[in-house]
């Protein structure tokens, strides 16, 4: 279908009941990478987040909405950190799926996420906590799972920030910005339990299969 699989990482997909017309989603795009006459692909800005974050979007005229990022990204990038405050955990995949849906003229039935990298993976696991709320959390990782990525987000407002697991920062970068990064298999061991602890709010991504 024009997919590009090769290049993507992690996704959040749906498909439309009833097919798109590309030039009422062509508006929404910031950047078109490729277009034909079956589909679009490009990059969507995200408000409040910097042109890094932008999403890329393939949107197909049989109904299919894929909105992705490259496969050297963290899965954690996917959290939209700057809005957490301790209840729900959006992700910006979702954002954007919303965003080109309503230019589309289609509703979105509830959307399924993929990590083209790890196509033998079944579960996508999102653990937040904030800096007002206690700050920490402990996880057992069972070793009966098989762990395919383990990576963190993270929002400063002002001062230090951090992520921390098991007393080892990944320090932040300053005043209202969003970070992300990766954790080492070494760093989160199954069967042990880890205490990770953050300033302002953070999230832990894990890709994994159960068995």
């Known amino acids: 279908m024009g997919f590009p699989q090769d290049e993507a990482g992690i996704s959040a997909y749906f498909k439309s009941a009833?097919?798109?017309t590309l030039a009422d989603v062509k508006g929404v795009f910031r950047v078109i990478?490729?277009?034909?006459?079956?589909?679009?692909?490009?990059?969507v800005d995200v408000v409040d987040y910097a042109e890094a974050y932008d999403v890329h979007v393939f949107v197909h005229r049989d109904g299919w909405l894929v909105a992705y990022y490259l496969s050297p990204d963290p899965v954690a990038k996917i959290v939209d950190i700057r809005a957490y405050n301790g209840s729900r955990i959006d992700t910006l995949l979702e954002k954007t799926l919303n965003i080109v849906a309503v230019s589309a003229g289609v509703p979105v039935p509830g959307l399924t996420y993929y990590?083209?990298?790890y196509p033998n993976a079944t579960h996508l696991m999102l653990i937040g906590e904030t800096g007002g709320d206690g700050n920490s959390f402990t996880v057992q990782l069972p070793s009966t799972f098989v762990y395919y990525s383990r990576s963190w987000a993270l929002v400063n407002w002002g001062g230090a920030a951090y992520f921390n697991v098991d007393g080892q920062n990944?320090?932040?970068?300053?005043?209202?910005?969003p970070y992300y990064g990766t954790l080492t298999p070494a760093k989160l061991l199954p069967d042990v339990v880890h205490t990770i602890t953050v300033d302002d709010e953070g999230v832990l991504a894990l890709v994994y299969r159960a068995p």
Do not use: K, L, M
């Open 18 to 20: 009833s097919p798109v």
């Open 33 to 43: 990478e490729s277009q034909t006459a079956d589909y679009i692909i490009g990059s």
């Open 115 to 117: 990590d083209f990298r």
């Open 170 to 177: 990944s320090e932040s970068i300053c005043c209202g910005n």
